[in-house]
Structure formats: structure tokens, C-alpha cells
């Protein structure tokens, strides 16, 4: 089964930039779709963007027009960059892929934005 591991995360402060990297350990060109999602102290785990198969993407309303999700299956990694960032968007965020047979998730990566 593929493994995801997420990169990236860090602390930034608000306005600024960081792109997230999720390495697949095998192919994930099959796969139906991939996720982020990102979850805060206690607050429920949010899909913050999605893009399937076919590449048609969709993000939530607190992130449009600010993050961007790509997919590279050549290398078998999904991005998120994430610009403009504000204190909100702290959270662990996390990769998500549904191979069809199975899905998966990846340990996350820990986003801090300071004001």
C-alpha cells in the first residue's frame, strides 16, 4: 500500500507563504483523489482542498483564492501552496488519498502563523 508523508510546515507569520509537499512512497496516479485537510486544536478536522482524478479541484471557502493544490504524478507528490496565510489557518494539515481500494493518510505537518 502507498505511504504518505507530509512536508513543508513551519512557522510563518501572517501574509506569508509556505507550500506543503506530500510524498507518495508508490504511484498515485490511480488514485480516485487527494485531500488536504488540516485540523486545529479543538476544532474538527476541515477538508481545505481536493483534487481528483480527472483534476478538478475544490476548496473550502476560508482558503479560495489563497491556496493552490497540484499534483505531480510523475513524481508521485501532491502540493499545497498556501499564500496570504493568517493566524486562522494554523493547524496540523494533513494528506489524504483515496486509492479506490483503500485510502490513506499521512502523519501531517504542523502550520503556525503568528500575527
Known amino acids: 500500500q502507498v505511504q504518505l508523508v507530509e512536508s513543508g510546515g513551519g512557522l510563518v507569520q501572517a501574509g506569508g507563504s509556505l507550500r506543503l509537499s506530500c510524498a507518495a512512497s508508490?504511484?498515485?496516479?490511480?488514485?480516485?483523489?487527494v485531500v488536504w485537510y488540516r485540523q486545529a486544536p479543538g476544532k474538527q478536522r476541515e477538508l481545505v482542498a481536493r483534487?481528483?482524478?480527472?483534476?478538478?479541484?475544490y476548496y473550502a471557502d476560508s482558503v479560495k483564492g489563497r491556496f493552490t493544490i497540484s499534483r505531480d504524478n510523475a513524481n508521485n507528490r501532491v502540493y499545497l501552496q498556501m499564500n496570504s496565510l493568517k493566524a486562522d489557518d494554523t493547524a496540523v494539515y494533513l494528506c489524504?488519498?483515496?486509492?479506490?481500494?483503500?485510502?490513506?493518510w499521512g502523519q501531517g505537518t504542523q502550520v503556525t502563523v503568528s500575527e
Open positions: 489524504y488519498a483515496d486509492m479506490n481500494l483503500y485510502q490513506v
Open positions: 508508490g504511484s498515485i496516479s490511480s488514485a480516485n483523489a
Open positions: 483534487m481528483l482524478k480527472g483534476g478538478t479541484t
